[in-house]
């Protein structure tokens, strides 16, 4: 690891601190499969398997808003992830329905996988860089904007009104009786600029 200043070793917390999140997530929707493709097998206890089915979906849900909000720019998984959890009620509901369904829910669990790994190698390539030395940005939450990169709602504000002041200023300055204006106040108290322009 080549040597980091401070800043660049916070960035380096947070990414570990996202790869860590990510993989929890990776684990938990591997886990949310396994009870899933488990409960058609003969002789498993099906309640057992419903209660962990419940459970696994609830923690889904709430690892996965802190994780979009973590990841920010990073953040590529399937837009139908949650989609899948939602709709998936529970498992008696999910093995009632024809063999297509069954295969189709199948399909999207491993397409949001793929999303999830990509994600995942996203950051740890990420990291891997910033301990190298090289300055990456953290797509992070508003608490952490300023290692994002990112501007604060309060400095986008001032730099929209800074550009319309130097817009109008712009403008004002093409007109040739305010150009003289602002011309003649200028050369007022800057003498040196009296022979430049006008």
Known sequence: MARVNKKQQKIIETLDRNVQMCREFMNDWLLFNQILSAYPSPGVNKAQLESQFLKIKSKLAREHQVLREALGADYKFDANLMNIVSSATNLETIYSQSEVAIKKLQN????????????????????????MGEKV???????????????????KKNLIVVVVIIAVLA??????????LYWGALTQFFPALRGTGG
């Open 108 to 131: 999207e669990w491993h397409r949001a996988f793929i999303s999830i790994n990509e994600t995942l190698g996203i950051i740890e390539d990420k990291k891997a860089r910033a301990e």
């Open 171 to 180: 403008a004002a300055l093409m007109i040739p009786p305010i150009r003289d």
């Open 137 to 155: 940005f953290v797509g992070a939450s508003a608490g952490e904007i300023g290692m994002s990169g990112g501007m604060s709602p309060q400095a």
